[in-house]
C-alpha cells in the first residue's frame, strides 16, 4: 500500500487496492488503468472535502451552520464528478466484460467433415458418459485439439452430448487455450465487482467529511433559502 495515505478517508477507497485484485499483473495493468484512476479520484476528492471543511472551520466570520453548508456545496460537486467517473468505468468494463464473454462462448471451429474427425466422434460416442467426458477434457487440458477440436465443433449428438454440456466444454477449451482473455476477464470482473461493492462508501464518507448527515445539512439548506426569502424585495 502507498504511503500516501489519508487517515481522514476510509482505506477502502485507496487506489492500490485495485493492484490486489485477481488476475492484477503486468498484463492487465493498462486494462485496469481506469478503475485505479476512478479510485484515485474518489480518494483525493474526499482528501479535498475534508481539507474544505477544515478551512471553513478557520473562517471566525461562518457559524457552524455556515460552515457545514459551505462545505456540503463544495462536497456536492465532487461527490457528482465520482459518480460520474465510477459509473463511466463500470459501463466499460461491461462492455468488455461481454466482449471477452463472446469470445469465449462462441463454438468451437473444426472440419466436421475431415475423416479423422469422423472417426474420432464415432469412438467418443461408443464410450460410456464418464469415459467420454474423461476423453474430452484430459484432450482439453493436454492441448489435443484434434480430439477436441472433432468432440466439440459438430452438432453434439454425433459424439454423444448434451447440446448444454457441449457449450460447457467448448468454454472450457476457449479458457484453456486463450488464457490471456481469460485472465483480462478475470480482472475485468474483479473491478467491476470492487466499483459496485465500495462505490457507495462514497456517499457516507462525503457526510463524514462534510460533518453532518445528508438530510440534517438538506434541513439546515431549506432554512438557509427560506430566511434569505425575507431580505428579497418584492414588487407590491
Request: a neutral charge; hydrophobic letters at 40%; charged letters at 30%.
Amino acid at each position: 500500500m502507498s504511503e500516501n495515505i489519508d487517515t481522514r478517508v476510509s482505506i477502502s477507497l485507496h487506489p492500490d487496492n485495485v493492484t490486489k485484485l485477481d488476475g492484477y499483473d503486468s498484463e492487465t495493468e493498462a486494462i485496469l488503468a481506469p478503475t485505479m484512476t476512478a479510485f484515485s479520484e474518489a480518494y483525493e476528492g474526499l482528501r479535498k472535502v475534508h481539507d474544505a471543511k477544515a478551512a471553513a472551520d478557520r473562517n471566525p466570520t461562518w457559524n457552524d451552520a455556515q460552515k457545514v453548508v459551505v462545505t456540503d456545496d463544495y462536497a456536492q460537486k465532487q461527490f457528482a464528478r465520482i459518480a460520474k467517473g465510477f459509473d463511466a468505468t463500470r459501463a466499460n468494463l461491461e462492455k468488455g466484460i461481454a466482449s471477452i464473454e463472446q469470445e469465449l462462448s462462441r463454438p468451437v471451429e473444426s472440419s466436421a467433415a475431415n475423416a479423422i474427425a469422423v472417426e474420432v466422434r464415432a469412438h467418443i460416442k461408443g464410450l460410456s458418459v464418464s469415459e467420454r467426458m474423461t476423453v474430452i477434457q484430459q484432450a482439453i487440458n493436454e492441448g489435443d485439439h484434434i480430439i477436441a477440436q472433432a468432440a466439440l465443433g459438430a452438432p453434439a449428438m454425433l459424439s454423444g452430448l448434451d447440446p448444454q454440456m457441449q457449450k460447457v466444454l467448448s468454454r472450457q477449451y476457449h479458457e484453456r487455450h486463450n488464457q490471456q482473455a481469460s485472465k483480462r476477464l478475470k480482472a475485468m470482473k474483479a473491478a467491476k465487482a470492487m466499483i459496485e461493492d465500495r462505490g457507495g462508501l462514497v456517499f457516507k464518507e462525503m457526510e463524514k467529511a462534510v460533518g453532518m448527515r445528508a438530510d440534517k445539512v438538506k434541513a439546515l439548506r431549506d432554512a438557509k433559502n427560506a430566511a434569505e426569502q425575507a431580505f428579497i424585495l418584492k414588487d407590491a
